[in-house]
């Protein structure tokens, strides 16, 4: 089966940065979209950021725009998530996933993945 294995969290100080990595097995991601979400206690999971198979299309919450960068490496079958400038509220559980199409229709509907890490905690105080 598909596994997917977040890593990279921690504990930060505000402004400080952090790398996630998502490596997948048993599956080339180069077939997928791939996406990032994330989940605080007591809140709905929501999407972070997604990229298109090949890594030509790139998109973003809101609330992280021009501080994350997604990117892939569909050689090494890994998803990135660059973390900048941290703020508390970014404090939450990070999943990444696996969309069930090669381009990210509907990046932000957990439903449309199909197959999820157990995710990596990012704690910024």
């Known amino acids: 089966h598909v596994q997917l294995v977040e890593s990279g969290g921690g504990s930060v100080q505000a402004g400080e940065s952090l790398r996630l990595s998502c490596v997948v097995s048993n599956y080339r991601i180069s077939s997928s979209c791939m996406g990032w979400f994330r989940q605080a206690p007591g809140q709905e999971r929501e999407g972070v950021a997604a990229?298109?198979?090949?890594?030509?299309?790139?998109f973003y919450a809101e609330s992280v725009k021009g501080r994350f960068t997604i990117s892939r490496d569909n050689v090494k079958n890994t998803l990135y998530l660059q973390l900048n400038s941290l703020k508390s509220e970014d404090s939450a559980m990070y999943f990444c996933a696996r969309y069930v199409n090669d381009y990210c229709y509907e990046p932000w509907v957990s439903d449309k993945y199909r197959d999820w890490g157990q995710g990596t905690q990012v704690t910024v105080s």
């Open positions: 990229i298109t198979n090949r890594g030509t299309s790139t």
